[in-house]
């Protein structure tokens, strides 16, 4: 490092547990960039000072984590159409003198899937489980990228009206319909290691035929009980590694103006989680 070295960072809270630096930090280390990025913990109802920080601070790029999303979002000088959407922002990037929100969880899933799949989401009917940030993202995304049909399933109805409401396509339904789509993304925490209901499946996974693509965005462990189901019953699968790569690697381009490399942020990240028992 040295005078000149230009900075990103992740502000949230808890942060600590980020694995954004390891990711960063490896890419910019392949490009030669003199770039460092650091986890900065900041309290909640903080994040609009975070932004002035940046400001102040010359930081030329921002990733932002739970619980900061929507007041980033406000105190930005300009959001990308998916941050207008949404109301949350997870990138910020400069733009000559302003700051730009923008949020690269739903296009991150978007290239993951496809990349990972080998299928395009254009015309593909898909059911998105699950109503919070990542799904909403996710819905958001799936509808820009030309689905046909987007059916949001969630334990809370009126979280998955908002989801629902974010994509021409999107209606809200229930387990009955995930049997007639093509692409069944989960964006539960359910199957998470360390979470609530660490062994569960959503939806107990009886809907899983041979012709579906099931896509988890839990990340831990890699093969989550629903992905492991969903190979037993014969459907193709995607695990949330890639989305978890890819939404920091449309960050990652928007802050250097370099194509992000996929093949290092990727072993960056296996290295830092444990491969499953
Ligand atoms: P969030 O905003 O808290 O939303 C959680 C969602 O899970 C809600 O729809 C909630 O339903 C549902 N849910 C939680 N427990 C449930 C249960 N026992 N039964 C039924 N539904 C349940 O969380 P988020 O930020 O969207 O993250 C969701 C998951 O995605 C987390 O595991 C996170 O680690 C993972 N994630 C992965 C990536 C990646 O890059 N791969 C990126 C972001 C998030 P209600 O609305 O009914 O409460």
């Not at 929100?101 to 395009?120: P, Q």
């Amino acid at each position: 490092m040295s005078g000149v070295t230009r900075l990103a960072a992740v502000i949230g809270d808890p942060v600590r547990h980020s694995m954004s630096p390891t990711i960063h930090n490896a890419a910019f280390a392949e490009l030669g960039l003199d770039w460092t990025y650091l986890a900065l913990p900041v309290p909640s109802g903080r994040g609009g000072d975070a932004v002035e920080a940046m400001r102040l601070f010359g930081i030329d790029g921002l990733s932002v984590t739970m619980p900061h999303k929507d007041t980033v979002a406000q105190a930005v000088d300009a959001r990308t159409s998916a941050v207008e959407r949404l109301g949350a922002c997870n990138c910020v990037f400069r733009d000559g003198d302003r700051l730009v929100g923008d949020n690269t969880d739903g296009d991150g899933w978007v290239r993951a899937f496809e990349l990972d799949s080998g299928l395009g989401l254009a015309d593909a009917r898909v059911a998105v489980i699950g109503a919070g940030g990542a799904a909403r993202a996710i819905v958001e995304a799936v509808g820009r990228a030309g689905a046909s049909e987007i059916v949001v399933v969630n334990r809370t109805t009126a979280s998955a009206e908002r989801a629902a409401a974010l994509a021409e396509v999107a209606r809200i339904g229930t387990v009955d319909d995930l049997a007639d789509v093509d692409v069944v993304v989960n964006a539960t925490s359910i199957g998470m290691a360390g979470g609530p209901d660490a062994e569960g499946i959503p939806l107990s996974g009886s809907w899983i035929g041979q012709h579906h693509v099931v896509a988890d965005i839990v990340y831990q462990p890699r093969s989550t009980p629903l992905l492991q189901e969903a190979a037993r019953r014969g459907a193709r699968t995607v695990g949330g590694l890639g989305m978890l790569v890819h939404q920091a690697a449309t960050a990652f381009e928007r802050w250097t103006n370099h194509t992000a490399p996929i093949d290092t942020m990727t072993a960056a990240v296996l290295g830092a989680i444990p491969p499953d028992d």
